[in-house]
């Protein structure tokens, strides 16, 4: 018999016959399970409960996540600390590519980054607010652009794409931050030009996702993103890998040259970030196009197998950058103490992915609104117990 581990063990309790996305789910409830021995047709198996902390009062995070997981399951088990481990390989889906591993990568390299508890040295009012590209934020958190709704969750019909991107970007404004919109090349143009309808109604607001489709086609969807006034556009060119470096037709993507990226950065005035960033060489490469500022993502562990996690790299990115363009940063933003330990490694934002996903599925606009406000509590609590008395003074001397 092998060893038991924690993926294991997941895997060999799934509802059989959940839903065909996929195999691997939590041991159901007592009331699921004798549910589960007459099952209706066609209607999967409901979502066994599971706890996330102690009881709160109504509208916490906590609530949220319980009725996200109701909708979610088992495309997402929600599970309290996403880890990517229950839903490696679950690509199309919300896991990792292939092993998971870059998933993994970046939720345990993130975990080795730990902070001094200095309760005695601490501001008891810090200043959490910063500016990016000359706005205004609450706090140095914003959401991460995630497009592909359809083709990544195509049995999910709960909310419509429209009705997705007002409740991240709604729920982000009312927080005092940016939402954002995501991008997928093969949607036809009338359905892309429908997103940034969503954008125009949050001017100045609003992260403008897009795919490194050929330079004539991105620059057309660049032309969207001006007429809405979204405050700054993200490339992932990252995206680029895999069946989708293909160069013909509408809804070709791939690789692009420094040459290419200046294109796109002298095409618009709205700051333009190269997403995708993993190597103080491809840093530097995105400055001398030009860029305004780069992302260091490896796309949430869904491009690469086996990428280091962004936490192991940031630092290097960072010096090597030495403050000649903004640096954002993903990759398993959960906690407001994860924003002061990114910012610590050398980022100036973060952006937040999965988590406002399930906070929007959980509780639209007012659940994105209170998972950020939340994290912008956590990381106030997190800046007083390490002597931060500004985002600005954040540096690695608050590291252990």
Known sequence: MGTVTRRTALKASALFGA???SSRALMPTAAAAE??????????SPAPATHYGPASATGSVSEVYQKARQVLYPICRVCPQCDGVA???????IGGLDSGMSFQNNF???QQVRLK???LSGDKKPDTSTVIFGQKLSFPAMAAPIGGLAENFPHLHDMSEAGYFDAIIGGCVDAGTMGSVGDIQSDPYDVTKARYDVVARYPGKVIAGIKPRLNPNLISIIRLAEAANAFMITIDIDSAGRGWM??????AVEPKTVAQLRELVRATKIPVVIKGIMTPEDALLAGEAGAAGICVSNHGGRVLDHSAATAEVLPSIADKVNGKMVILVDGCVHYGTDVLRYLALGADAVLVGRHLWRAAHGGGRKGVALFMQTMHDELTAAMVLTAVPNVAAINRDILA
């Open 108 to 110: 345990s390299g993130l």
């Open 87 to 93: 839903c490696a390989g679950e690509f199309p889906g």
């Open 35 to 44: 549910q589960a021995k007459t099952p209706t047709k066609g209607t999967p």
């Open 117 to 119: 508890l200095r309760p």
């Open 246 to 251: 293909d160069t013909s037709g509408a809804s």
């Open 19 to 21: 839903v065909a996305l």
